[in-house]
């Protein structure tokens, strides 16, 4: 089933803190361990466990390189000359095998986007998630190729290169199809503020990729007092990949919440909160029932003022049998309309009725998207009403639509509705 996803990304986002969200979501870890598995490289192993950031439990996705390939990425004594405690919790070890044909070397040595493009060939994912990850490495490539002056096939860099990042990537594309999601929301991205060490050296945040994803794809950001770099290259790019819209719909329901933990200690704990969500159906508007009890008006009477009411604009119109006083058998007659449309309304009411007082409640409503279609049938056109509720499509052949055909072709009306559904479904 397709599955929107919102992210807050309110203390940032990166690789590992992406694909522990989505883990928490629901992704099948079993299917990522395999794609991971298949990935023709060595030098690391996969951690995912759980943990407590600010008393609150995450999930961890950690990816532990050897001595020859760390990078330092969540060193902060080596990124900001303070040591600080990450406080990671308990969980598994997945060891990778190093018994592939194709081991790549050391991280020092680069790869550029044919290598990574040989990597992704040769990973055990679905085509869906391939492509994703192809266009997250892209868009980093394109990002670092504007910061050194380069074409992106020229680019050989850290975060391309280093294998945390390659499994992080495709880890999180993996979890993307696994989902099965189709549309992204991000509001905003929080970057803190300060340098970091890298690779290059000492950099401003945001790092120059970073500002390059956030310039080139017009993500929406907000620059935070916190000291650090809260958007990774990575993370960016993983946004930026997805092309999501940034604003919530005004209401939605909650389908399930992930908590993704980042490994860097900062003032604010580093979580990603993902949330699988549904537009709530519906919108809500304000309509008037117009009320009138009536005993001594005939039914010749009632059957014209009920037309006389759908022509003027009432949006419904219905008579209820009640027993009023003295135990009289009378009809209640009950008009929905708009606000505008009461006053002319409530005049047809009183001169073509014998009624001598009409009651009236303002009532909240809650109405599915609709639209008119135009449907064609075995005999001929026929309008449709289609109507949204959970994203899923419902249709309602319009009354005058199927009389019309039943009249022209003499057919019963249940087979003429039935086949115009058939052509619906």
């Known amino acids: 089933m397709a599955n929107t996803l919102y992210l807050e990304c309110n203390t940032g986002i990166s690789g590992d803190m992406s694909v522990a969200a989505l883990l928490d979501l629901g992704a099948d870890e079993d299917v ?22 600010a008393g609150l439990d995450c999930c961890d996705f950690a990816v532990l390189l050897d001595e020859e390939h760390e990078n330092h990425d969540h060193d902060m004594e080596y990124l900001y000359g303070k040591a600080e405690n990450c406080g990671h919790g308990h969980g598994h070890i997945h060891s990778h095998e190093e018994d592939h044909e194709h081991s790549h070397t050391h991280q020092h040595e680069h790869r550029g986007m044919k290598e990574i493009r040989e990597i992704l060939s040769a990973c055990a994912m679905t085509e869906r ?13 394109e990002a670092e190729a504007k910061a050194h002056g380069v074409s992106p096939e020229e680019v050989h860099f850290h975060e391309v290169g280093a294998i945390d990042s390659i499994v992080d990537i495709v880890a999180a594309a993996v979890c993307l199809d696994n989902l099965d999601i189709t549309k992204v929301i991000v509001p905003k991205l929080c970057e803190g503020t ?13 790092v120059p990729a970073v500002a390059n994803i956030i310039e080139a794809y017009g993500l929406p950001v907000q620059f935070t007092d916190a000291q650090g770099e809260l958007i990774t290259p990575t993370g960016a790019a993983i946004v930026a990949a997805m092309e999501p819209s940034y604003g919530l719909p005004e209401r939605i329901t909650i389908q399930k919440i992930g908590m993704g933990a980042g490994k860097r200690a900062y003032e604010r704990p580093s979580i990603l909160r993902a949330m699988l969500i549904r537009e709530k159906t519906g919108e809500k508007d304000t309509v ?35 027993y009023m006083k003295k135990n009289r058998p009378a009809w209640m007659l009950n008009v929905i309309c708009l606000k505008e449309d009461i006053e ?4 047809i009411i009183f001169k073509e009725t014998t009624t001598i007082g009409i009651r009236r409640v303002e009532m909240e409503r ?60």
């Open 288 to 322: 008037y029932k117009l009320e009138s009890n009536i005993d001594d008006c005939s039914g010749e009477a009632l059957g014209y003022v009920m037309e006389e009411l759908l022509k003027a604009g009432a949006k419904d119109v219905h008579y209820i049998p009640v």
């Open 194 to 206: 300060g340098s970091v060490r890298c690779q290059h050296g000492i950099l401003p945040v945001p």
């Open 32 to 53: 990522l361990m395999k794609v991971l598995d298949s990935i023709p490289a060595k030098g690391f192993e996969i951690k995912i466990s759980r943990v407590k950031k």
């Open 344 to 347: 002319k309304l409530e005049s």
């Open 366 to 425: 809650t109405v599915l998207k609709r639209e008119m279609k135009k449907v064609q049938t075995v005999y001929g056109e026929a309008l449709v009403k289609v109507c949204m509720t959970e994203g899923q499509a419902r249709y309602y052949p319009e009354y005058e639509s199927v009389v019309k055909i039943c009249r022209e072709k003499g057919l019963p009306y249940p087979e003429v509705y039935g086949k115009i559904m058939e052509q619906c479904r």
């Open 129 to 141: 998630a391939r492509g994703l990850a192809v266009k997250i490495f892209e868009v980093l490539a």
